[in-house]
């Protein structure tokens, strides 16, 4: 082939590719989709992988459901076989890193398989858009390698924020430090025995943010009306400073726990703690009970984030 024709042959595959973006098109399992960036011969995202990407759903008015840009960190999860066809994980497979698309997946679905009720705005029989942005495409062993660095890294800039908060307070001296972190300091001394793994307790918490503002408080929570919390210590019910913390008090005893994000909600946060933040919890251990399980209707403690 000359170089002319060559040249020629190289504008036609481009303009082809061009006019594939941002186009409406379907695959034969009914995934509706529209691509916006993609790079050709970067790796893809297969099935075990771990993907990490900004995602805004939309109901069928473009109205925005939820947008993890506004959330302060990527959305991430196992590439999991598609559940259903048309699902959007199918769609997943065509982007590698820095691939971008919008995916339209039926409502009815989504939600029917995930065992959810259709969320406000959402009507029966529609699409929701599903816009994508792949930040990473990672396998497994590749996602802990790089876990286990984020988190030594944080750890360090964590260490260094408590120091200086308790220093700046007048807490240095009275703070002591378990094996794993987490610092706390006795308001109120407590007669009684510590709690055992496996042991219910019962405890009242108010949970701040260093700069003092309450995200939660087991006193002025409407859904527990006042009333105090219970969990079972080592079955995960609660984040791991948490468990640490409170396995330290005295029956009968207050104390603030300063709880590094490593050991609470790390680089995610939630809607009301901003990513990577330290924690102060304000504890009063009111009682302990030899494995019984929680009373129902007590109200949901802080939770570890279970997505990936």
């Known amino acids: 082939m000359s170089l002319k024709n060559f040249g ?62 506004k959330e302060g960190a990527p959305f991430q999860m196992l590439l999991q076989v598609p559940p ?11 982007l590698g890193k820095g691939d971008s698309a ?23 029989g529609t699409d929701i858009g599903i816009a994508v942005k792949v930040m990473n495409v990672q396998t497994e062993e590749e996602y802990k390698k790089t876990q286990a660095a984020d988190f030594d890294k944080q750890k360090g800039i964590d260490e260094k924020v408590i120091q200086n908060y308790l220093a700046k307070n007048g807490m240095t001296g009275k703070a ?11 308001t109120q001394p407590g007669s009684g025995p510590t709690p ?20 939660d408080s087991s006193r002025t929570n409407p859904q527990a009306g ?17 468990e640490d913390g409170v396995s330290k008090l005295h029956k009968g005893e207050k104390a603030t726990l300063v709880i590094p994000s490593t050991l609470a ?8 703690i901003p990513p990577n933040s330290v924690l102060l919890f304000d504890i009063e251990l009111m009682d302990i009970q030899k ?14 984030p279970s997505g990936r």
């Open 226 to 242: 006042g009333k105090p919390a219970q969990f079972q210590l080592g079955v995960g019910m609660v984040i791991p400073g948490w």
């Open 176 to 186: 002591q430090k378990t094996d794993s972190g987490v610092y706390y300091v006795v």
């Open 265 to 272: 909600y790390g680089p995610r946060g939630n809607q009301a």
């Open 84 to 94: 259903f066809k048309g699902s959007y994980e199918e769609g997943l497979t065509m």
């Open 291 to 304: 494995g019984q399980a929680p009373q129902p209707g007590m109200p949901q403690m802080p939770q570890q």
């Open 196 to 215: 055992k793994q496996g042991e219910v307790v019962t405890v009242h918490y108010t949970g701040k943010l260093l700069d003092g503002k309450v995200f």
């Open 102 to 124: 919008t995916f339209y997946v039926s409502a009815d679905s989504l939600f029917t398989k995930a065992m959810q009720p259709l969320p406000p705005g959402v009507q029966k």
């Open 8 to 69: 020629k042959a190289a504008l036609l595959v481009a303009v082809v590719a061009a006019c594939g973006k941002n186009r409406v098109q379907v695959t034969d399992n009914g995934l509706k989709y529209k691509i916006h960036e993609q790079t050709e011969g970067t790796r893809k995202g297969k099935v075990g992988d771990i993907l990490t990407l900004h995602l805004t759903l939309m109901n069928n008015k473009d109205s925005v459901l939820r947008d993890t840009h």
